[in-house]
């Protein structure tokens, strides 16, 4: 009995581990210029904002 070598997924879209993925480049990736909006709940707001601004360099707008 041969295997099937076509992609498969669950009912509800979810690999079940038999989907082959392409490993892309990073050549191959747009690079990343402008993140419009970033909406999340955090616990400290004082916190979240200082990671944005000081670690990954967004502006506050």
Not at 8 to 30: A, I, P
Request: hydrophobic letters at 30%.
């Amino acid at each position: 009995m041969e295997d099937n070598k076509e992609e498969k997924k669950n009912t509800n879209g979810e690999d079940n581990g038999k989907t082959k993925k392409k490993k892309k480049k990073v050549d191959d990736q747009l690079p990343l210029m402008v993140l419009n909006h970033v909406s999340r709940l955090y616990r400290n707001v004082k916190d979240s904002i200082n990671f944005y601004t000081k670690v990954l360099g967004f502006v506050l707008i």
